[in-house]
Each structure stands twice: as structure tokens, then as C-alpha cells.
């Protein structure tokens, strides 16, 4: 089966870097996705990764080792409007269902 | 308008009744998904589509079902609500399996009383 962990709720100030972790237990592996959710709205695409290493787009990185099952999303000179729920998916292997973590609520405060 | 929409955006109903939630996206993607999202539980697969004509379940399958007779309509019913039914309902669609993003419509708030 798959499983995902993610922390809760977090909390930071404004202009600082945060990291919102995401471990993974699968059967197998088929990239992995972060999503934004901002309070009564849908989630919107953040990245994907599918091989180790940093992807970098903007004020944003994500991070996957696939040996340790683990990602994490880094969020640099966070900004209020970055307060929302932060979404860790991955793919069942051989299949198109995608597997969400519980989310991580982040609260930037002044 | 070009995107992804749902409807509708609220409804409540009684325990037994059929519902229907309709699904629309205007970029011909191939992949559309419903998902259910509750606290504690994050966003849950209900069911998805590959193709038109081409659906399969999810993890949380039960009571529900699904059609899709053409590529753009994926339309979620509830054959005899239930108060666990209860819950905010996200429909989702995909260029491709896999690598591809999904865009998410706005959602359906469902109330079952």
C-alpha cells in the first residue's frame, strides 16, 4: 500500500525560508507531486519530481531523495499570501491513482 | 470559458436522494479524477477516466458512480446519499497520466442532512 506523512500545520515569519516535509512509503515509485491550497479553493500545481536532486522555480524548490522516500518543498522570502495548505501526491505505480498527503497548514505571520 | 468547472458549487440534500455532480473542461484533456476532501483526511480518489468510456475506481469508491460518455463530461452520482457523504468534492483533469499536472476545478460543497 502507499502512504503518506506530512507535519500537520507549521508556522514561520514573513521574509523568512520555511521547509515542509513529505515521506513516502510505496510499492514502488512514479515521480512526486506538490500542491498549493489556499483556504475554500481548489489546489494548484506546484512541481513534480521524478528523479533525485532540486528543482528550483522561483521562490520555490523541491527536493527528492528516492533511496530515503522523502521530499520536501522549500519556500524562500515567504510572503502572507504563501499562508495555505501545501499538498505532498504521489502515484500508485501501474496505475493512474494519485495518493495525497493530509497537507501541511502553513501560517506566515508578520 | 476555458478551464474546468463544476456544478453545482453547493448543494445540500436528504439521506437517500440521488445527486449529481457535473464536471466540464474545455482542453480535451484525456484524464479526469473526482476526488472527496474531508479534515483529517485530506484529498481522497473517488474515481477516475482515462478516456471517454473508460473508468475505473479509486480508494473510496463505494456509493458512487461514474460516467463518461464524452471526453470533456465526467459526471459523479450518488445513488442514495449518506450523512458520510458529507464533504467537499473536487473534480480534476489531466493532459496525460503520469508526469502531467492535474488542474483542479473549484469544487462542491455537498451537505447530506
Known amino acids: 500500500g502507499q502512504n503518506i506523512d506530512q507535519p500537520t500545520e507549521m508556522t514561520a515569519t514573513e521574509g523568512a525560508i520555511v521547509q515542509i516535509n513529505c515521506t513516502y512509503q510505496?510499492?514502488?515509485?512514479?515521480?512526486l507531486f506538490w500542491y498549493q491550497q489556499h483556504a475554500g479553493e481548489a489546489p494548484t500545481f506546484l512541481s513534480y519530481?521524478?528523479?533525485?536532486g532540486l528543482e528550483e522555480k522561483g521562490r520555490f524548490s523541491s527536493f527528492l531523495s528516492r533511496s530515503k522516500g522523502y521530499s520536501y518543498l522549500l519556500l524562500k522570502e515567504l510572503q502572507m499570501k504563501d499562508s495555505a495548505s501545501y499538498l505532498c501526491?504521489?502515484?500508485?505505480?501501474?496505475?493512474?491513482?494519485?495518493?495525497f498527503g493530509t497537507g501541511t497548514r502553513l501560517k506566515v505571520l508578520a | 470559458d476555458a478551464g474546468i468547472t463544476q456544478s453545482p458549487r453547493y448543494k445540500i440534500t436528504e439521506t437517500g436522494r440521488q445527486v449529481t455532480l457535473m464536471c466540464h473542461q474545455t482542453?480535451?484533456?484525456?484524464?479526469m479524477f473526482w476526488y472527496r476532501q474531508d479534515l483529517g483526511h485530506g484529498l481522497r480518489l473517488i474515481y477516475y477516466?482515462?478516456?471517454?468510456?473508460?473508468?475505473d475506481k479509486g480508494e473510496v469508491p463505494d456509493g458512487y458512480v461514474v460516467s463518461r460518455s464524452k471526453t470533456e463530461n465526467f459526471p459523479l452520482t450518488l445513488e442514495s446519499a449518506t450523512r458520510s457523504q458529507t464533504s467537499v468534492y473536487f473534480c480534476?483533469?489531466?493532459?496525460?497520466?503520469?508526469?502531467?499536472?492535474?488542474?483542479f476545478g473549484p469544487g462542491t460543497r455537498l451537505t447530506v442532512t
Open positions: 480534476a483533469s489531466s493532459e496525460s497520466g503520469g508526469a502531467y499536472e492535474q488542474y
Open positions: 510505496t510499492s514502488g515509485f512514479n515521480g
Open positions: 519530481n521524478v528523479l533525485d
Open positions: 501526491a504521489v502515484r500508485d505505480p501501474g496505475t493512474y491513482k494519485y495518493i
Open positions: 482542453w480535451s484533456h484525456s484524464y
Open positions: 477516466s482515462a478516456a471517454a468510456d473508460i473508468t
